[in-house]
Structure formats: structure tokens, C-alpha cells
């Protein structure tokens, strides 16, 4: 106990008046004890066998190599991908549902309407695919946040580093992505008539 309020309380020598005693004097005192010997020995022992065996002292982060922590995530977030296959595909027939309630709202008649009445109908169709798309990528954005407290645990801890938690994400749900996008793609492009020459 180094504080003079707090050395009071803990004076062991009841003979002796207290008096405080400062860092120093502590230091001194144990260097003169035979324990503090003892450990004063054995530390420069250490230290002579650190600097001839280098590979007692860390000289990066993590030991493990990135391949191996890259693979290691990848397996981890393929898992996760599997356990929440049943709400991909239900994001997949929700996407082709809307897609084709949206094709019927949108649907070009047999007569071609004036191009201002044109243009209103096809940004319109758009419109809703960009909503629908977005709404949907909430699902995939709750998902990911609901595991962010594991990644800043594991983070803080030093366990991975971040982008390990990144990079699998991006490779497998970009592409989970595309597929949902390209799904309404199939079936809104034609027959809402983005393409004018599909005739």
C-alpha cells in the first residue's frame, strides 16, 4: 500500500510509531530482501534467454497465418449462410412474387402509350424494384448486425482480425445478391418492356 491515507490503516508493526514510507524505500527494501534477490536473478536469466532464443518474445498479432484464418472464416460464415438457407429461399419466392405482382401493375397494353405516359409507367417499375430490392436486403443487414457483438468480442480480444469478419461476408452474400437481383431481372424486364425491341 503506497498511499499515506491508506498506510495507516494497514501498520503491521504495533511497537512502532507509524511512519510513512515512500516508494522508494520499498523498493530498496525488497531488492535487499532475499526474495526480491531471488527474482532479480531470475529475471536477468530471461533476459539473456530471450535474446538468444527469438522466438520466446510475439513479433506480430496473431500466430496463426491469414490463409488459415481465412479459411477458418469462410467455414464460419458458409455455416451461417446454411442455418439461414430457409430465409434465403423465402427472400428468393418473395422477390418472384413481387416481381410478377409488380409486372402485372406495370405490364405495357397492346397500344403504345404517349412517351410521357411511357416514361411515368417504366420509372415507376423501377421504383418498385428498388424498393422491393432494398426491403429485402434488410433481412440479409438484421442478420449480419445481430452478429456483430460476437465480432467486436472477438476483435477486442485479438482473436481475428477484422477483415476475417469482411471479406467471407462479401464473397458469399454478394452473390446471393446478384441472384435475387438477376431473379427480378428474369421476370420484370421483358414484360414490363425495358427492352423496346423485345416486341
Known sequence: VTSGKDQSRYWAKRNECYRYVSNQEFVESFK?????????GDLKKSEVSTESQPAVLPSKSFK???WD?????LSRELLFVRRNSVAHAFKAVQ????AIIVTSTFSRGKDPPPIDQELIRL???IYAGVVVLMFNGMV???????RLPVFYKQ???QSYPAWTFLVPAILLHVPITLFESALWLLVTYFP???ARSAN
Open 69 to 73: 484464418l481465412f479459411k477458418a472464416s
Open 95 to 98: 422477390i418472384v412474387l413481387l
Open 64 to 66: 496463426v497465418k491469414k
Open 192 to 194: 414490363i418492356g425495358f
Open 123 to 125: 420509372l415507376g417499375a
Open 155 to 157: 476483435r477486442d480480444l
Open 32 to 40: 535487499s530482501y532475499q526474495m526480491g534477490q531471488n527474482l532479480y
Open 140 to 146: 440479409e443487414l438484421t442478420m449480419l448486425l445481430l
